[in-house]
Nanobody
Framework: QVQLVESGGGLVQAGGSLRLSCAAS????????MGWYRQAPGKQRELVAR???????NYADSVKGRFTISRDGAKNTVYLQMNSLKPEDTAVYYC????????????????WGQGTQVTVSS
């Protein structure tokens, strides 16, 4: 089993910055991808940014140029640096990871964190 623990959410004024962190722990053989999703009230959960094990990244159009995803492989941790925040960035942000574990044989599963609230005031 794998656990994802997020931190770094909070309340910030428009134009400000926040940095989210997500640490993975547990039965990890390799992490194939990690990413951040968000869900605003009344809306569907959407991809914000994702980073593959090789380092390639992809972003939602709405955050390109403002958000940066990075990872520390040694710490099994992914970060989301959020700059120039807008009120429309307000949402619960969820960490997501595709993890290969080994227990008598390898298997890959997808995991979610518990979510962290980001609120941007105008």
């Amino acid at each position: 089993q794998v656990q994802l623990v997020e931190s770094g959410g909070g309340l910030v004024q428009a134009g400000g910055s926040l940095r989210l962190s997500c640490a993975a722990s547990g039965s990890i053989f390799s992490i194939n991808a990690m990413g951040w999703y968000r869900q605003a009230p009344g809306k569907q959960r959407e991809l914000v940014a994702r980073i593959l094990s090789g380092g390639s990244t992809n972003y939602a159009d709405s955050v390109k140029g403002r958000f940066t995803i990075s990872r520390d492989g040694a710490k099994n941790t992914v970060y989301l640096q959020m700059n120039s925040l807008k009120p429309e960035d307000t949402a619960v942000y969820y960490c997501n990871a595709d993890v290969t574990s080994y227990s008598g044989g390898s298997y890959t599963a997808n995991y979610w964190g518990q979510g962290t609230q980001v609120t941007v005031s105008s």
